[in-house]
């Protein structure tokens, strides 16, 4: 019995005789026999994604299930992880599914520049593929790490992290409840972030102020140019544009959306000062001001000032 990952869906292969189970934290399903002993013995013959299968194999064996996938010699090895023996970058990855002679699973050769064959990727597909060694099947009813489809972002029927995120916390109660069924033991508490950063934001502008100009009502914006980020290759290729920053105000408190506000490309060199205009009403206005990068991702937070603008259009005394 074998499951092929089909990047970005997931794609069963029907089981005969399968059996659905119904746990406390959703419709985990059970494709598979548990493995005897509670210890699953793998050998990685594809070295390229050594980070990634420590990020699946940590991930089960912190979910409190009474199995453990344990790094042996190739001889002893009861699942051998191995590159498909096609293309170096393919869109899939495939496993057998639960307690089986010459088990297996098939993962692409790594390439950062991939959007498909990143290390992020590939402990996601592992993450999967182990699920379905493990005994697990395809969960089309609940939020899982089994879910048939799903990104860097998180599975189908999960809540999606932002785009310069991947869900780092790969298994969810599902996919645990689904293990404990077969194996026992008790749900263990999930530390960490449920998504992390791909890379390192932008920092915020500095040095801003808002001045009066000779215009009734329009201000002088000016900020000093933070920066550039690296952001990584196979984000950059789906995604490429210049940077950028973003200028609002509001009188009903600080701007703290981005996203919700027009880009506006930068005159400025990188540590330059950057002038804008803007106009503000009579009133107690917030101006906030944010870099976007490359990758259309803004600063965390924005720098913000605060004035109040009298009738004739200048801030109050």
Known sequence: MRAKWISPAIVA????????????AGAYVVNGRAWPGGVIRYYNAA???????????????ASGARVRFVAAPAPQA???????????????AEATIGYTGNARIWIFHRDERSPYCNSYMAARSLAHELGHVLGLGHETRACALMNPSGALQGPLLCPKAQLWQWRCRLL????????????????????????CDLYRGISTPTQLSVTPTSIPHQFRVSFRRP????????????????????????????PADAHRYHRILWDAA????????????????????WAVDSFARP??????????VVEAGQPAG
């Open 270 to 289: 990188v540590g330059a000062t950057e002038d804008t205009y803007i106009q503000l009403p009579v009133g107690t206005s917030c101006v906030s001001v």
């Open 13 to 24: 292969v029907a089981v005969a005789g399968s059996v659905l189970a119904t746990g406390p």
């Open 227 to 254: 920066a550039s980020v690296t952001v990584p290759a196979f984000l950059s290729a789906q995604n490429k544009q210049p940077e950028s920053f973003v200028v609002a105000s509001s009188t009903s408190g600080c």
């Open 47 to 61: 070295p390229d994604q050594a980070w990634a299968v420590k990020q699946a194999v940590d991930a089960w064996n």
């Open 299 to 308: 600063s965390d937070r924005p720098a913000t000032t605060t004035l109040r």
């Open 172 to 195: 969810t109660p599902d996919d645990v409840a689904g293990a404990i069924a077969l194996y026992g033991g008790k749900p263990a508490p999930q530390t960490g972030p449920t998504d």
């Open 78 to 92: 009861d699942v051998r992880i191995e590159h498909f023996s096609g293309p170096s970058c393919t869109i899939n």
